[in-house]
Nanobody, 122 residues
Framework: QVQLVESGGGLVQAGGSLRLSCAAS????????MGWHRQAPGKQRELVAT???????NYADSVKGRFTISGDNAKKVVYLQMNSLKPEDTAVYYC????????????????WGLGTQVTVSS
């Protein structure tokens, strides 16, 4: 069983910072990529940032220059450092993993966390 658990969300003033963490647990051999998505009320879930096992990153235009995704392959943890937060960043942030291979079952696909709330006040 593979699980993703997010943490680090909260309430912050505009211009402030938060650091989200996502820990993958289970019998994991490898993960091709991990990333963050977010969903605000009344909006579709959108990609925020992705990180491949090789270290390549990708960001949504709306967060470029403000957010940084990083990870620790050994610990199977991915982070999202969010700086210069804006009210429009308010959303539930979800961690996801793709291309998971289990030490026990082989390739098992992807997984999603349950999300963590980020609220940015003006």
């Amino acid at each position: 069983q593979v699980q993703l658990v997010e943490s680090g969300g909260g309430l912050v003033q505009a211009g402030g910072s938060l650091r989200l963490s996502c820990a993958a647990s289970g019998r994991i051999f490898s993960i091709d990529a991990m990333g963050w998505h977010r969903q605000a009320p009344g909006k579709q879930r959108e990609l925020v940032a992705t990180l491949t096992s090789g270290g390549s990153t990708n960001y949504a235009d709306s967060v470029k220059g403000r957010f940084t995704i990083s990870g620790d392959n050994a610990k199977k943890v991915v982070y999202l450092q969010m700086n210069s937060l804006k009210p429009e960043d308010t959303a539930v942030y979800y961690c996801n993993a793709e291309g998971i291979r289990s030490t026990l079952f082989g390739r098992v696909g992807g997984s999603w966390g349950l999300g963590t709330q980020v609220t940015v006040s003006s």
